[in-house]
C-alpha cells in the first residue's frame, strides 16, 4: 500500500525530469490494530497466519467483537478488505492463540506487499483494554548503542541468538543458515541453501544496500526468535574512542552460557579477555566521509559508496567506506571477522554492520550533494532475496530501502528526529558510466619478484619515466587537475588472519608515521578481496584484484615540502593490527600474509 504510494510518487518525480521533486513526509508503515479473542492460527499447512474478520467500525469499548480486529481509529476502508492473506496477521501466531473471548490484544502492522499482502506484525503490544488509544501510527524501532543497552535488553539479545543457534542449519531463520547467506565454507544440502547462500555484496555500490536489507530482516528474525517485541538489533559504535574494545557483553562471561562469546581461534584470545581494542586510524572514516559522491564509474573505488558494477558477491575496487573503516575493522579483529565466509558466523558481525549503516544515514546528513544513487535504476531496481522470520523468502530492491523509518520501520538513536534528508529531492535520470581506463604512469619494476607482505614494513621503489614526470610536473603546477591515483595491483593471500597495512607516500627518513601523517593516504585489509563469484558468472582471475586510493593531495604536498623526487616515488606499507588499552601495538602474526604483484600511479 504505501510502497505502491512511493512508487507513484517517484513516478511523478520522473516524468518532472530535471525539476527537483521533494517527497512529503511519508508516514510511518507501523499502525496499532486492536483483536479481541479467540483467534485462531491458519491451517497446519500456514501455522504462521492468523485470520480475522473486519470489525465495521474503530476500536471502542464494544469493538472489535469476538474474532474481529479493526484499525484503533476507523473501520476498514474498502480497499482494505483485499484477497491472498490480506485479512490476516502474518507472524509471531503463537502470541494469538491463546487470546480468550473478552481479552483485546493491540499489535502494530503494516500491509506486506512481500509476503502475499498479509498484515505483517512489526510491534507486539500487549493485552489492553478500553478506553483504546487512538494513536493513528506507532514509533519506529530504534536502534541503540550496545553501550546504552540495560542487563535485561542484553539478556533478551543473548536469548534471541541462542533461539536462532539453536535451530537446524537448514532452516532459514536459524543462525548458522543467516550467518551463510553473507558467505560460507559449508556444503549446502538443500537447493534453498544453494540458492541463498554465499550472497554478501562487495566491491560495488550495492555493498551499503544489500547490507541494509541483510540486517533488516536478520533484525526481524532475531526480534522474533528472542520472544521479545522489544528487542531491536543494536550497533557497536567503534567511532567513540571509549568503546573500541568488544563490548564487554560479548566476552563476559567467556563460556557456553554467554550465546555472543566466540572462544578463540575464532576470536583472537586479547579481543576476548579485555585486553586489546581497535587502534584509532582502524576506525578513522573522514577520508571516506569526505566524499560526496556515493558512486563512482565502474572501474573505480573513489566515492562514499563503491562503482557502479554489476552485482556479484566480490568485486574490485573497493568503496572508501567499505575499505575503511569497513575492511579494515574485520581485519584487525581477525578470527572469524577477517573472512567474508566465517564473519556472520561471530555475532558482534551484526553490531558492525549495523554501524556501517549508520554512517551511510550520518554521511548523508552531512550534506553538501551527498545523496544516494537515487538516478541509477540498476541500483533502485534491483532484486535480491532474504528470508523473514516465518522462513518465507521475500525480496527487496535499493527504491525500498532509502527511508529506514518510512519503509523498513527503523531509526538510529542519533538519526534527526525529522528524516526529510533521506527522502529523494532529485530525480536526473542518467546513463550509467563505461568502465573507467586509468592512464598508467609509472609501476613498480617489471619482472622483479611479487612484494612480500608480512608483519615488517615494506618500501616499495616505483621509478618515474621521463613522461610520468612532466605529467606529474603539470598536476603539481595546477595546469591540469587530472586525480593521481595509486593502484595495489594483483593482489593475493590465502587465509587473512588479523593485520592490515597502512600505506604512506614518500614519508622522511625515520620519522614515527601514523594515520595522521600527511603522507598516510589509506589502508589495505585483505578482506573480501578474493575473486569469488555467484554462479552464473566466471570466478575473474586473481591477478585482477586491486585497490586504489586518490594520492592527488599527497603529491603536491610531497612538492610543496620540497620533498618531490623526480626519480622515484617511494609506498611505504606498515602493518598494524589490535592495540593494548594504552595504544601500544599487540604482536602481529609472524610469516607473510599476502603478496602484492605490482604498485601503480595512475592518472584518469
Ligand atoms: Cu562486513
Known amino acids: 500500500m504505501r510502497l505502491l504510494r512511493l512508487f507513484l510518487a517517484s513516478s511523478v518525480c520522473f516524468v518532472l525530469g530535471a525539476y527537483d521533486c521533494a517527497f512529503a513526509q511519508t508516514p510511518l508503515p507501523s499502525f496499532p490494530l486492536y483483536c479481541q479473542g479467540p483467534l485462531q492460527t491458519g491451517p497446519p499447512a500456514q501455522p504462521t497466519l492468523t485470520p480475522y474478520t473486519w470489525a465495521s467500525q474503530g476500536a471502542g469499548a464494544a469493538n472489535p467483537a469476538p474474532g474481529q480486529c479493526v484499525w484503533a481509529d476507523r473501520g476498514p476502508r474498502p480497499g482494505e478488505m483485499v484477497g491472498g492473506d490480506g485479512n490476516s496477521i502474518c507472524d509471531w501466531s503463537g502470541s494469538f492463540s491463546n487470546l480468550g473471548a473478552g481479552q483485546f490484544l493491540e499489535v502494530g502492522v503494516y500491509r506486506d506487499p512481500a509476503v502475499n499482502n498479509c498484515m505483517h506484525l512489526t510491534h507486539y503490544i500487549g493485552i489492553v483494554s478500553p478506553p483504546f488509544s487512538a494513536v493513528p501510527a506507532l514509533p519506529p524501532f530504534v536502534r541503540q548503542s550496545i553501550a546504552t543497552l540495560s542487563a535485561t535488553q542484553i539478556a533478551s539479545l543473548r536469548h534471541g541468538i541462542q533461539v536462532m543457534m539453536s535451530r537446524q542449519t537448514t532452516d532459514p531463520t536459524s543462525y548458522r543458515f543467516q550467518a551463510n547467506i553473507h558467505g560460507t565454507y559449508d556444503t549446502t544440502t538443500t537447493s534453498q541453501e544453494s540458492q541463498a547462500w554465499d550472497q554478501c555484496e562487495h566491491g560495488s555500490f550495492y555493498f551499503f544496500s544489500w547490507h541494509r536489507m541483510y540486517l533488516y530482516f536478520f533484525d526481524r528474525i532475531l526480534r522474533t526468535a528472542s520472544g521479545d517485541p522489544t528487542l531491536v538489533l543494536p550497533y557497536w559504535n567503534w567511532g567513540d574512542p571509549s568503546q573500541r ?9 567467556s563460556d557456553s552460557t554467554n550465546s555472543l562469546y566466540i572462544a578463540p581461534p575464532g576470536r583472537p584470545t586479547a579481543l576476548d579477555n579485555g585486553t586489546a581494542q581497535l587502534d584509532a586510524g582502524t576506525v578513522d572514516f573522514s577520508n571516506a566521509f569526505g566524499y560526496t559522491n556515493f558512486e563512482s564509474a565502474n572501474g573505480s573505488g ?3 559508496g563503491g562503482q557502479e558494477a554489476s552485482a556479484m558477491q566480490f568485486n574490485f575496487p573497493h568503496g572508501e567506506l567499505e575499505s575503511q573503516p569497513h575492511d579494515v575493522v574485520h581485519g584487525a579483529l581477525g ?12 555475532p558482534i558481525f551484526w553490531l558492525h554492520h549495523a554501524n556501517i549503516d549508520r554512517l551511510w544515514n550520518r554521511w548523508l546528513q552531512q550534506g553538501g550533494g551527498r545523496q544516494d544513487p537515487l538516478n541509477d535504476s540498476a541500483w533502485m531496481n534491483t532484486t535480491f532475496e532474504f528470508f523473514d522470520e516465518a522462513g518465507h523468502a521475500v525480496d527487496l530492491t535499493g527504491s525500498q530501502i532509502i527511508d529506514t523509518v518510512g519503509e523498513l520501520n527503523y531509526r538510529y538513536d542519533d538519526d534527526p528526529t525529522t528524516m ?3 527522502h529523494p529531492v532529485q530525480f536526473h535520470p542518467t546513463p550509467v558510466s563505461p568502465r573507467l581506463i586509468l592512464k598508467t604512469l609509472a609501476t613498480s619494476q617489471a619482472g622483479a619478484a611479487r612484494i612480500q607482505l608480512s608483519g615488517e614494513p615494506v618500501s616499495v621503489s616505483v621509478p618515474l619515466p621521463e613522461n610520468a614526470v612532466s605529467q606529474l610536473r603539470a598536476f603539481i603546477e595546477h595546469k591540469v587537475e587530472n586525480k593521481i591515483i595509486l593502484q595495489l595491483n594483483d593482489i593475493q593471500y590465502e587465509r587473512a588472519r588479523g593485520i592490515y597495512y597502512e600505506i604512506y607516500i614518500d614519508p622522511p627518513k625515520g620519522e614515527k608515521v601514523n594515520f595522521h601523517s600527511p603522507y598516510y593516504v589509506g589502508s589495505l585489509s585483505f578482506f573480501a578481496l578474493k575473486p569469488h563469484s555467484m554462479a552464473g558468472h566466471p570466478v575473474a582471475p586473481r591477478s585482477s584484484v586491486f585497490t586504489e586510493y586518490d594520492i592527488s593531495k599527497q603529491v603536491r604536498d610531497l612538492s610543496a615540502r620540497g620533498a618531490w623526487n623526480p626519480k622515484e616515488m617511494s609506498v611505504i606499507l606498515v602493518p598494524r593490527g589490535l592495540v593494548r588499552r594504552n595504544g601500544e601495538p599487540l604482536p602481529l602474526p609472524a610469516g607473510i600474509a ?4 605490482r604498485v601503480t600511479i595512475a592518472t584518469q
Open 245 to 253: 574494545s568488544l563490548p564487554s557483553a560479548f566476552w563476559q562471561p
Open 302 to 304: 573513489l566515492s562514499f
Open 335 to 346: 578470527g572469524l571477522m577477517d573472512d567474508p565466509d566465517t564473519a556472520a558466523q561471530d
Open 420 to 422: 526529510a534528508q533521506f
Open 594 to 597: 599476502g603478496t602484492l604483484g
